[in-house]
């Protein structure tokens, strides 16, 4: 059974910075994409930043050259480091992850999904 939990979330001053992370257990294919998704109150979803399993990302505009994502193999973790944020960056920030297709990441639609991490941007 795959369980995508987060963490990292909290509120903070615009300009500040932040980590997310997502655990993925159960999930253990050598194949895969993975995703960071955002939704704001009120907002559709959106693609945040992607990485497939050979290391490729991608990122939305909004977010290009503040934020960085990334994993750690041996501890099955997902990253997001926020930097330069932003009150518009204020959403809940939630993972997911598909082993069916590990190329074209950003067009996906993923099957596992987490719960999600709360942050809040203050001006």
């Known amino acids: 059974q795959v369980q995508l939990v987060e963490s990292g979330g909290g509120s903070v001053q615009a300009g500040g910075s932040l980590r997310l992370s997502c655990v993925a257990s159960?999930?253990?294919?050598?194949?895969?994409?993975m995703a960071w998704f955002r939704q704001a109150p009120g907002a559709e979803r959106e693609r945040v930043a992607t990485i497939a399993s050979g290391g490729i990302t991608t990122y939305a505009d909004s977010v290009k050259g503040r934020f960085t994502i990334s994993k750690d193999n041996a501890k099955n973790t997902l990253y997001l480091q926020m930097n330069s944020l932003k009150p518009e960056d204020t959403a809940l920030y939630s993972c997911?992850?598909?082993?069916?297709?590990?190329?074209?990441?950003?067009?996906?639609?993923?099957?596992?999904w987490g719960q999600g991490t709360q942050v809040t941007v203050s001006s």
């Open positions: 997911a992850a598909d082993a069916r297709r590990w190329y074209s990441c950003s067009t996906l639609n993923y099957n596992y």
């Open positions: 159960g999930f253990t294919y050598s194949r895969y994409c």
